[in-house]
């Protein structure tokens, strides 16, 4: 066992690392006015160096925090409440899996994140005395950063977007609800435009119903797995479409809002490569989003099938691991590993095991990292994700030279059509033993449009090629995208922000003119219902109307689950995956429910007359909770008073005592629906609980007219002056100047220091 926790089982690189904490000649550092970092270095090895320095620097925390969940030692600071999560992470061995992938890449992708470890731990060196409060908490400082930690950390942070808790959730709807209303509240995939148009067909569903023990015995572990998949918005104007002939990129990204941000602002330059973006504090380079002087990127989620889940019931192999506890005993934790992958749910006898793309195979992702930032155009940005694994995304490019470009990256591998639904069987039938990716030429893209612009936002990949999903998001926030950028010519990077803060549902509508046909039998439900008669279906912060539907909404997904029988008595109980994400994913599924043809299937609706009265005393319910909280005059609802940003500290929210340590909360408007993100789950009443975590526009015509922001601040030391500065600008769905040029740095540099 080693220092940090791990099996030191992995074979030793050969490869002697660099651990200089120094630069190699002076690196130059300008803060602007928000206190992002704009860096200059004199060679590629410094630059990544000062990029480790100042990700510590502004997120030293975050970047502890993350590492030590990854490594499942988060309980030795919060105690039992981190227990969960750490025996789910050691039961996965993420940390021997990732040195082990560390150590197959390439010698200069490794020592891209030597040099960059050494940055951080040159920042730890220096401020032993001065680290973020947060760390008052915890048994000792930070250890030095090693270079594996960066995959670490990286691969943690993208391991639950992909369709782990969807199977777990449709096993337990299964089990409750049958299989054609499982089909049937999962939507028709088909039915929706997809990104790159064809023909395609709809894959059937094979459905299997044998884990309700495991998942009963298993909720309080799947109560940790926190579910991160979200949605996101992109697209790229081509420059027929422009005033300036030139592209625009422009888009944002969709995860659990969290305080810090889980994106990091800054601008690297060297001789090899001048970039700005969004980074992952811990990670080198710029894998989402950013630009050099040629070519702009940024990513949408695939929402592709990446994950599978068995059954196992033969023979597996079993170790045990110590997970000390602050505060309490330390507890032993059983591991286990069969032939489709390590024991995640469950115990000797019957147990959930998990294989994912990111442990199929060599996961040579960091690869792509460096070729990325040295992209001269759309075609070679494509071609250095050749090496790209993790997760699958929608990459969009726009370069110099006029081009926009789609490409899906990413490793697919196709299984049989039993394991897209529900857990299946651990068999070799269903094992991912001998499977291949599909190859990257395969993969769906489209350059150049004949009408002038590319759209992803997590809908429907492709109509012909490869199997990617049965779980795209639905098109409402493409079809609305691709609505508001039909016949416009002329833009500028100005256009965009009213893009991103749209908050008009294209869900709204059919739901609407069922509501409007309902009689409650209150007097209040009716005064309600009256509201929708001139509603525009804006999801406004100060709409009385739109609070009413959200309300609805929420009540009719609670009145589904109770009529199914799985939200009785709570959500995140016996038979489901973790509470958030269960009541997310029914929010999502009563709907297609509702306006599908699947309404029939609730018990006690057999007729049309029914699911009128049901959808009566659901407005009463809502009309009813609504009065209660904002008062007995339906005009006077708000959705922002319902509708608030939930961004909570997560030191603070396993330690109560660090309470202050949490942002403010605030109203804003839109839900899951809109391009102005902000997605409930039921479970924690109409919080907007996932969101924008970053907003940006590139002009590839003068970059220095490009915008972004962060819901909060590019740092993440509370009071530290940077930490919720963009917040304002966040909340109003506007941008913060995103400076490039040396000219424009300079001009705009609030300090500059050398290190």
């Given amino acids: 066992m080693t220092e940090d926790g791990t099996n030191d089982t992995a074979k030793p690189d050969t490869a002697k690392p660099d651990t ?17 970092g704009h860096a200059t270095a004199s060679s590629l090895d410094d630059a990544f160096w000062v990029q480790g320095w100042l990700a510590a620097s502004d997120r030293i925390w975050q970047m502890e925090w993350d590492r030590r969940r990854a490594l499942g030692r988060w309980a030795e600071v919060v105690g039992p409440p981190g227990l969960r999560e750490d025996r789910f992470f050691r039961r996965l061995g993420l940390a021997e899996r990732c040195r082990a992938d560390w150590q197959q890449l390439e010698e200069g ?73 499982t089909r049937v509240m999962r939507g028709d995939p088909s039915a929706a435009a997809a990104i790159v148009p064809g023909p395609g067909s709809l894959p059937s569903p094979d459905l299997l119903s044998d884990v309700a023990e495991i998942l009963r015995r298993s909720a309080v572990d799947l109560a940790a797995i926190e579910d991160t998949d979200g949605g996101s918005n992109s697209w790229a104007i081509h420059g027929s479409r422009t005033a300036s002939g030139l592209p625009i990129l422009a888009g944002d990204p969709h995860r659990g809002i969290e305080f810090p941000n889980v994106y990091h602002q800054c601008h690297i330059a060297c001789p090899e490569f001048d970039v700005i973006g969004l980074a992952f504090p811990g990670v080198p380079g710029f894998p989402h989003f950013g630009h050099n002087a ?15 889940v068995f059954l196992e019931t033969g023979p597996i192999e079993w170790s045990e691991e110590t997970i000390e506890v602050a505060g309490a005993e330390s507890e032993t934790v059983a591991v286990g590993s069969t ?103 395969d993969l769906p893209g489209w350059t150049n449009p004949e009408r002038g ?19 795209f998001a639905g098109p409402a926030r493409h079809d609305r995208i691709v609505e508001l950028l039909t016949d ?40 309600a219902v009256g509201l929708l008669a001139d509603w525009d279906h804006q999801m406004s912060g100060d709409s ?17 689950g109770a009529r199914f029988g799985v939200t009785s008595p709570t959500f995140g109980s016996a038979g489901w995956p973790e509470a958030v994400a269960a009541s997310r994913m029914l929010h999502d599924a009563a709907v297609h429910l509702l306006i599908g043809d699947g309404w029939s299937l609730l018990p006690g609706v057999d007729h049309l007359g029914d699911l009128f009265a049901l959808l009566a005393s659901t407005v009463d319910a809502a009309s009813a909770e609504l009065a209660q909280i904002l008062g007995d005059d339906p005009h006077l609802w708000r959705w922002d ?52 975590v970053a907003r940006y526009a590139f002009d590839l015509a003068d970059w220095d007219r490009s915008g972004w922001v962060v819901p909060h601040g590019v740092s993440g030391v509370r009071n530290g002056g940077h930490d919720l500065d963009q917040r304002d600008a966040w909340l109003a769905a506007e941008l913060v100047p995103m400076w490039f040029t040396a000219e424009a740095v300079a001009a705009n540099g609030v300090e500059t220091f050398q290190l």
Wanted: proline share 8%; with cysteine.
């Fill in 453 to 471: 612009f590319l759209v992803t936002a997590n809908n429907r990949i492709a109509d012909a090629g490869p199997y990617f999903s049965l779980d």
């Fill in 339 to 441: 032939p489709r992958g390590p024991i995640v749910l469950g115990e000797a006898g019957s147990a959930l095991s998990m294989m994912w793309t990111g442990f199929h195979e060599v996961d040579s992702t960091f690869d792509a990292l460096l070729p990325m930032l040295m992209a001269d155009c759309c075609a070679s940005a494509e071609e250095a994700a050749r090496a790209w694994v993790l997760p699958v995304n929608n990459l969009l490019t726009a370069d110099v030279h006029g081009d926009i470009s789609y490409k899906v990256r990413g490793r697919m591998v196709e299984r049989p059509v039993a394991n897209r639904w529900t857990a299946v069987p651990g068999d070799a039938a269903h094992g991912w033993s001998g499977l291949e990716s599909v190859g990257f030429d």
């Fill in 544 to 560: 009385a109307a739109a609070a009413f539907y959200g309300a609805v909404r929420r009540h009719w997904s609670l009145e589904v």
């Fill in 109 to 181: 992708t490794r020592r891209m994140t030597e040099r960059y470890a050494a940055g951080v731990t040159a920042w730890l060196a220096t401020n032993t005395d001065s680290l973020p409060a947060e760390f008052d908490s915890h048994p000792a400082p930070p250890a030095p950063w090693e270079p594996w930690h960066c995959v670490l950390v990286y691969k943690m942070r993208h391991l639950f977007m992909g369709t782990f808790h969807r199977k777990l959730w449709r096993s337990a709807v299964l089990l409750a609800a049958g299989p054609e209303a």
């Fill in 488 to 527: 416009r010519s002329g833009m500028t990077v100005d256009d965009m922000p009213p893009i991103h803060r749209d908050v008009r549902s294209s869900i709204a509508p059919p739901i609407v003119a069922l509501l409007r046909q309902c009689e409650p039998a209150t007097e209040l439900g009716r005064r």
């Fill in 641 to 692: 008073a319902l509708h608030v940003m939930s961004s909570p500290h997560p030191l603070a929210t396993a330690l109560p005592d660090r309470a202050g340590l949490h942002p403010p909360v605030d109203g804003c408007p839109g839900d899951g629906d809109t391009v102005r993100a902000g997605a409930v789950a039921p479970a924690r009443g109409d919080l907007a609980t996932f969101g924008s």
């Fill in 294 to 308: 040629q070519v702009a990127w940024c990513i949408t989620h695939g929402m592709a099938d990446d994950t599978d």
């Fill in 20 to 36: 200089a904490t120094t630069p190699g000649a002076p690196v130059s550092v300008t803060r602007d006015a928000w206190g992002i």
